[in-house]
């Protein structure tokens, strides 16, 4: 089993400007251990998003390509949303309003 690169790079959003003030659009994420990310909202929001158990699960979809963690510490913003290469992405909106009431988004 890979071990888990202890540090990253947080990686601001490369994409070209859009004028889009929604409060679920990503500033900022940095890949964590365990197959978890930091994020930042535009609007201040701040939380954690935990996909261990959607990567690792037998019904993990295009998910699965982020078990190899080297392609799960790739991730970064594009249009304020985490994506990965092989255009893998997450639901933004869905990821701030878990976060906004609970810390934390849990992909199970």
């Given at each position: 089993?890979?071990?888990?690169?202890?540090?990253?790079?947080?990686?601001?959003?490369?994409?070209?400007?859009?004028?889009?003030?929604?409060?679920?659009?990503?500033?900022?994420?940095?890949?964590?251990?365990?197959?978890?990310?930091?994020?930042?909202?535009?609007?201040?929001?701040?939380?954690?998003?935990?996909?261990s158990q959607r990567v690792k699960s037998?019904?993990?979809?295009?998910?699965?390509?982020?078990?190899?963690?080297?392609?799960?510490?790739?991730?970064?913003?594009?249009?304020?949303?985490?994506?990965?290469?092989?255009?893998?992405?997450?639901?933004?909106?869905?990821?701030?309003?878990?976060?906004?009431?609970?810390?934390?988004w849990i992909l199970k």
């Amino acid at each position: 089993m890979p071990t888990m690169r202890q540090t990253s790079i947080a990686k601001k959003d490369t994409a070209p400007r859009i004028n889009c003030t929604a409060s679920w659009r990503l500033t900022k994420v940095k890949s964590l251990p365990n197959y978890k990310l930091e994020v930042y909202f535009i609007d201040g929001t701040h939380g954690y998003v935990e996909m261990s158990q959607r990567v690792k699960s037998a019904n993990a979809g295009v998910f699965a390509a982020l078990k190899d963690i080297k392609i799960f510490n790739q991730v970064y913003l594009e249009h304020g949303t985490a994506t990965w290469p092989g255009e893998i992405d997450l639901a933004p909106d869905a990821m701030h309003d878990e976060i906004m009431r609970h810390g934390v988004w849990i992909l199970k």
